[in-house]
């Protein structure tokens, strides 16, 4: 199972949903979280419809502040939120197999006091937690200054509420792989989003990996949490579909034209019809779903280089094209 947290600094543009599914489709996400909305109450479910997954928890943004989404599909198992609040969703997460573990998305507030109160909502939490947790998110803190660099503003000092708040509760930094900082502005860099987990966690799920995606259109990485390191490849041979978008492509009245023999029977005709449709999806619609699968590798080995040599021109370049 792949889960992802991503503080996108907003929601609103016409491509945002489109994105969502190509990183979806891309990583194999089964849980997208994204932090920091700016959409207003009336229209986040509408556009979190868009993004491609079943299921979903919204807490409002309240005005350009907040904002957290969570979408899901149906392969994680049962789902259950156990708490709503401006700074976090709290879930309890039960598999097929029965077994079962805690998952609190966050998006912090900037202001100390505020986010106070969400280390203490937190230890409220934790005395209730059976079992394995897991936290992460957008804490808008670090927990060592060497997760700062540059001449990042105040708001990315070591926090020593969270850092107690870690120690008190015994949670664990799992740890990442990719470039050390999740955050960039300007010359200012810092580790603001991290996934955190207790012991219990850590021993059901022992392969787990956190990856420091690339930037996509954001100043904040997403992270991505693969519950196994090992990527299953295998893909299910899947029935034919009608894609209502081929409909929209310029080249289809005429694809349909030559593709439909009135000479044969029906039958016959129906299913000449499907596999040449398999074939034009692949060749001719899909040449812009398979531009962007390029943009997105390219984007994963620049974000491999940038983790040992940093920042390269026109890197941002790159993910505007998406």
């Not at 700074?87 to 912090?108: D, E, K």
């Amino acid at each position: 199972m792949n889960y992802m947290i991503w503080n996108s600094r907003g929601t609103g543009a016409p491509s945002f949903p489109a994105l969502i599914r190509d990183l979806k489709k891309h990583y194999q996400l089964n849980f997208m979280a994204i932090l920091k909305t700016r959409c207003t109450h009336q229209l986040a479910r509408t556009r979190a419809q868009l993004m491609g997954f079943p299921n979903m928890e919204i807490v409002d943004c309240e005005g350009y502040s907040g904002g957290i989404w969570c979408l899901w599909d149906d392969n994680i198992g049962a789902v259950t939120l156990v708490e709503r609040n401006f700074q976090f969703l709290h879930f309890l997460i039960t598999s097929s197999t029965g077994s079962s573990w805690h998952l609190t998305v966050i998006y912090a507030s900037p202001n100390c006091n505020t986010r106070q109160v969400l280390w203490e909502n937190l230890s409220r939490i934790a005395l209730s937690i059976q079992g394995a947790w897991l936290i992460g998110g957008d804490l808008n803190v670090t927990l060592l200054h060497c997760e700062r660099c540059s001449n990042a503003s105040s708001s990315t000092s070591p926090d020593r509420d969270l850092l107690r708040w870690v120690e008190m509760q015994d949670m664990i930094d799992i740890g990442f792989v990719g470039p050390e900082f999740t955050w960039q502005r300007g010359n200012s860099e810092a580790r603001l989003d991290r996934m955190l987990a207790n012991e219990e966690w850590v021993a059901m799920f022992p392969n787990a990996l956190v990856t420091h995606m690339p930037f996509f259109k954001s100043d904040h990485r997403s992270l991505l949490v693969r519950l196994s390191s090992k990527r299953d490849m295998s893909k299910p041979n899947r029935p034919f579909r009608f894609i209502a978008a081929w409909v929209l492509h310029d080249n289809f009245d005429d694809f349909v034209h030559q593709s439909w023999n009135q000479d044969v029977p029906w039958i016959q005709n129906i299913s000449h019809f499907a596999d040449a449709c398999f074939l034009w999806n692949k060749e001719v619609f899909k040449h812009t779903d398979a531009r962007k699968k390029r943009l997105l590798r390219r984007l994963d080995g620049i974000n491999r280089v940038v983790a040992q040599i940093g920042m390269i021109p026109k890197y941002a370049d790159l993910q505007l094209s998406l």
